[in-house]
């Protein structure tokens, strides 16, 4: 069975300090990952999407970026968090039938 | 571009009486897949419904809903609301953005279940 695991699992930054959340998979050869985010109170929305390693593309352009390093890991980052960055960050990956199943998430407060 | 809009905001039902979440979509995808995701407090999004074929309904944890291209809806249903049904439901379709395909969610609507 496949698992999802997301790091850390919530996080309190200032303003301007670097940011890195990390997803792994166990369980899936080469999954198409991807990153989520929801503001408090908002919808979820697609940030990135990658297929394979060193293959990332960009849905939303909120000052982030994402890596893919390894085959069954996911990494989301910046240099300089904002106030507008709070929020709700989901690692998920995809089925075949489309369906996409979600990580644990990670709670994340700029203050 | 595509598009999802749900029943907004709160429902709150008396345990026991039916559900029913609305949501409508736009596609210029011919053949689209669409979800229902049920997002209990503190646990991340969990799939509940999926369907891509037309007019069949689809039914899991006593939910159901049917894929209508005629209406472009896909209503999520029950017939007797229980207090675990409290959560946020998003309904969400897998569209096309040029060459991505990505599921594009709707706002979410919370159901409260009261005694």
């Known amino acids: 069975a496949q698992t999802i695991h997301q790091w850390p699992v919530a996080e309190i930054k200032a303003v301007g300090s670097p940011l890195s959340l990390g997803c792994t998979i166990k369980?899936?050869?080469?999954?198409?990952l991807y990153w989520y985010w929801q503001a408090t109170g908002g919808t979820l929305q697609q940030l990135f999407y990658?297929?394979?390693?060193?293959?990332v593309e960009s849905v939303v352009q909120l000052n982030l970026s994402a890596s893919r390093p390894k085959d069954d890991q996911f990494i989301l980052s910046t240099e300089k968090l904002l106030l507008s960055h709070s929020g709700f960050y989901l690692c998920?990956?995809?089925?075949?039938?489309?369906?996409?199943?979600f990580g644990p998430g990670t709670r994340l407060t700029v203050l | 571009g595509d598009s999802v809009t749900q029943t907004e905001g709160l429902v709150t039902l008396t345990e026991g009486l039916p559900v029913m979440l609305n949501c409508t979509y736009q596609?210029?995808?011919?053949?689209?897949?669409l979800f229902w995701y049920v997002h209990y407090l503190n646990e991340s999004p969990r799939l509940l419904l999926k369907?891509?074929?037309?007019?069949k309904r689809t039914e899991h944890q006593g939910f159901h809903a049917t894929l209508h291209k005629s209406s472009s809806s896909f209503h999520l249903q029950k017939s007797s609301a229980q207090l675990s049904d409290s959560a946020l439901y998003y309904c969400?379709?897998?569209?096309?953005?040029?060459?991505?395909?990505?599921?594009?969610f709707g706002l979410g609507t919370t159901l409260q279940v009261q005694p």
């Open positions: 998920a990956w995809r089925t075949g039938g489309y369906e996409q199943y």
């Open positions: 369980g899936k050869s080469s999954p198409n």
């Open positions: 990658s297929i394979t390693v060193g293959q």
């Open positions: 596609t210029i995808y011919s053949n689209p897949f």
């Open positions: 369907s891509s074929t037309d007019n």
């Open positions: 969400a379709l897998t569209g096309i953005t040029g060459n991505t395909r990505k599921l594009i």
